[in-house]
């Protein structure tokens, strides 16, 4: 329907739509705003633009790791945590041991590509606010992990690396010292993104008391991760419902603390997720030390997987949040059934709650700020 | 029949006359916006343009403009298609004729007129009309929104960028840009300097940072770029245009930034004076000057362009009405002072 603004009735609102095609949704999200001038009286987030029937497909194979690649493609910008999440769920249904080696690597690799995301998330939150350049920078970093990532998987993207019980393939031989190189090389960028964008005036400027999000709401979306722990609340599956070997390692869980601001902000999530890089570099080195040289990464790797009958509900920390995946087996090759929690999802639907009588200005700044990927929202 | 000879060319000096501020923009649009890219990438760890034209892509600018001169010129079926035709253009026009009061050099300028600074700033203020005009006859709420913004920044920014003029008014007496760089001429201040006016005052260069920052948002550049900020309107008043309409916006946008620039340079930086006294002077030598100094304060915008996040439309409000215009008002009764007392 064309609505005519040139209309001379008495009407202030005005309805308009932002997306699918629009620079900042990160993807095809389409938002319905109710303006009053600027400011946003309503916002109704329309999705489904990036359906894949995820659950339709995985009903549909013969066995259950040809699911592994779909998985990759539903937040594509952290294959590696999708992929971990699944495999885990299996291996525990199926109760099988994985040799040390291959949860030393499982746990580096998810851990760059945390990295990797949280690059991207920041980078394009930035270029929501209109910081062209630290989104370069950034992008110049994930780079490094994509790169490594390559010589692991052979992919940059979307990589179907890790397997029931095991993994693709070895990594190089040269894995370790490239690992090694880049958290070396890493660290002191954080320092300069900090001067560059995190304590920038103007930036602190468009995110502190934006889109606040009290804890108490967030509990009652069922937020997770980094929009949760921005609010303030000490909440990371890694260590509150530990999986893979994460109960070996020291590491902090970075919270909001409304430095800048009130707690719970754009700024207290962003914040939330630099000082998260920090801590990955901490666990990746943790991880490299003790993981051992020798071991075959494939020989736990069952032939055929027949499921016997039940399910399971897993639960992984993704960058965005809790990442769930429940399982029905029905003693067959076939996934009877493989629902998927999005963290990204939940948090689009708070959208509304947070946003209401924020500018147009703003509401970019908050959909960056939860950092939604729309493959996953949408499956 | 003399008399018709000696009209004839009276016009087609007039002509030439004119088409000069002309070649000397398009001249600089073209290499600016080659600049624009270069200065992004080196500030961005890239190299920017590198295939056109051989040499670090310096025809990348001519290739885009090539390209968008054949682009096919879309009015969109609701627009209010005169006012939108003729938007771009008239933007463009408003920003061309300021320069006609603009001192090149000791030996060009378009009008030697005694009100120049009024008649610049007067002039200028009709790019808001045309922003508004092309928001509004695009018949696009993205469009309407950027116009808006465009016209409450304009208007506001014009006040503080007056206000800075006013000072260096005090100082000079005279609206003629011409008087105004003549009276900048000279190396006596601490037996070195040349007599540019940021010179001669402190308060002056209080009076320049205020302008610079005013002329930042006149001229729609980071951190004040909110009418066509990308990521929150898709593109301003400009989402509707394309093809050569889309190509004046941006020549027009880029000629606004070089005449403001070289506002700047004519009222604190001596205009097409040499920095060394009489060496290197003259007219051509003045106008290399002028341009230099113009060109810079352009680098300077391009490179807080690359480096800041963009302010939201209430903080803009708030640095212009609460910050800017009450410290160039107090500024200027400062200037009259110093001015009264030595």
Known sequence: ?379 | MINTIATTANALTILVYAAIPLTIILVYALVAIWAERKIAGFIQDRLGPMRVGGWHGWAQSIADLLKLIQKEDIIPTNASRFLFKFAPFMMFAASYAAFAVIPFSSGYIGSNINIGVFYLLAVTSLLTLSIIMAAWASNNKWSLLGGMRSAAQMVSYEVPTIATVLTVIVVSGSLNLMTVTEMQSGNDILGFLPNWFIFQNPFLLVAFVIFFISILAESHRVPFDLPESESELVAGYQTEYSGIRWAMFMLAEYADMLLLSLLGATLFFGGWNSPFGEFMSGPLWGFFWYMLKGLLLVFVMMWIRWTLPRYRVDQLMHICWSILIPLSFINLVLVALWELIF
């Open chain 1, 1 to 379: 329907m064309i609505e005519l603004i040139t209309d001379t009735d008495e009407r202030r609102e005005m309805t308009i739509n932002m997306g699918p095609q629009h620079p900042s949704t990160h993807g095809v999200l389409r938002l319905e705003l109710l303006l009053d001038g600027e400011i946003i009286k309503k916002v109704k987030p329309h999705i489904g633009y990036l359906h894949r029937c995820f659950e339709k497909y995985a009903e549909e194979m013969d066995d259950y790791a040809k699911v592994i690649p779909y998985t990759d493609r539903m937040d594509y910008v952290s294959a590696m945590n999708q992929e971990h999440g699944y495999v885990i769920a299996l291996e525990r249904m199926l109760e099988l041991e994985v040799p040390d080696k291959v949860e030393h690597i499982r746990v580096i690799v998810a851990e760059m590509q945390r990295i990797a995301s949280h690059l991207l998330g920041i980078g394009a939150f930035g270029l929501d606010l209109g910081a062209f350049t630290p989104f370069l920078y950034l992008f110049t970093e994930r780079e490094k992990i994509l790169d490594i990532f390559e010589k692991v998987s052979g992919a940059r993207l979307l990589y179907n690396y890790m397997a029931v019980g095991g993994l693709m393939r070895d990594v190089h031989p040269e894995f370790k010292a490239d690992v090694a190189d880049f958290v070396k090389t890493f660290r002191p960028k954080i320092k300069e993104l900090d001067d560059l964008l995190s304590y920038n005036k103007i930036f602190v400027k468009r995110t502190a008391n934006i889109g606040i999000l009290p804890v108490k709401v967030a509990l009652n979306y069922g937020a997770s991760g980094p929009v949760l722990r921005g609010s303030g609340m000490k909440w990371d599956l890694r260590k509150n419902d530990t999986y893979s070997i994460y109960n070996q390692f020291e590491f902090d869980i970075p919270v909001g603390s409304g430095e800048v601001g009130t707690l719970g902000d754009c700024w207290d999530r962003y914040n939330v997720r630099v000082r998260e890089m920090e801590q990955s570099l901490l666990i990746i080195e943790q991880a490299l030390d003790s993981m051992p040289e020798e071991g075959d990464v494939m020989e736990a790797i069952p032939r055929r997987i027949r499921m016997k009958e039940g399910e399971i509900y897993t639960r992984t920390e993704s960058p965005r949040g809790e990442l769930g995946y429940f399982i029905v087996g029905d003693n067959s090759a076939t996934p009877y059934r493989i629902k998927v929690r999005a963290p990204s999802f939940v948090h689009l639907s708070m959208l509304p709650a947070i946003s209401k009588g924020s500018l147009i200005a703003d509401i970019v700044a908050i959909v960056g700020s939860i950092d939604i990927v729309l493959g996953e929202v949408d499956r």
